[in-house]
Nanobody, 124 residues
């Protein structure tokens, strides 16, 4: 499985961005795909994830109500819609796949396949 995130950029606080993660290779109904982010000097942290087959989602408390993860099975793509962006959302955002997991997980170590990140910068 290979993943490629895109859609990052520079946005003012309060603005919106939509990230995309294109997935190549086989992905199955028991797999999950997640979004993580890493700010300079900080550890990589969970943002949101979605079950590929179930469509069930989970979001980190820091983004709940502002970010939403969705999938397009036909396009093998997941999205992260980010609204009401804050300067503290500034980070490199990564998508990752967790194989045969059932429900989406929040821990970094659960995810086996990672894509290159996309930079999101929110100015105040």
């Amino acid at each position: 499985v290979q993943l490629q995130a895109s859609g990052g950029g520079l946005v003012q606080a309060g603005g919106s961005l939509r990230l995309s993660c294109a997935i190549s290779g086989r992905i199955f109904s028991r797999d999950a795909v997640g979004w993580f982010r890493q700010a300079p000097g900080k550890e990589r942290e969970f943002v949101a994830a979605i079950g590929w087959g179930s469509g069930s989602t989970i979001e980190a408390d820091a983004v709940k109500g502002r970010f939403a993860v969705s999938r397009d099975n036909a396009r093998n793509t997941i999205y992260l819609q980010m609204n009401s962006l804050k300067p503290e959302d500034t980070a490199v955002y990564y998508c990752a796949a967790d194989v045969n997991v059932g429900n989406p997980q929040v821990t970094t170590r659960s995810y086996e396949f990672w894509g290159r990140g996309t930079q999101v910068t929110v100015s105040s």
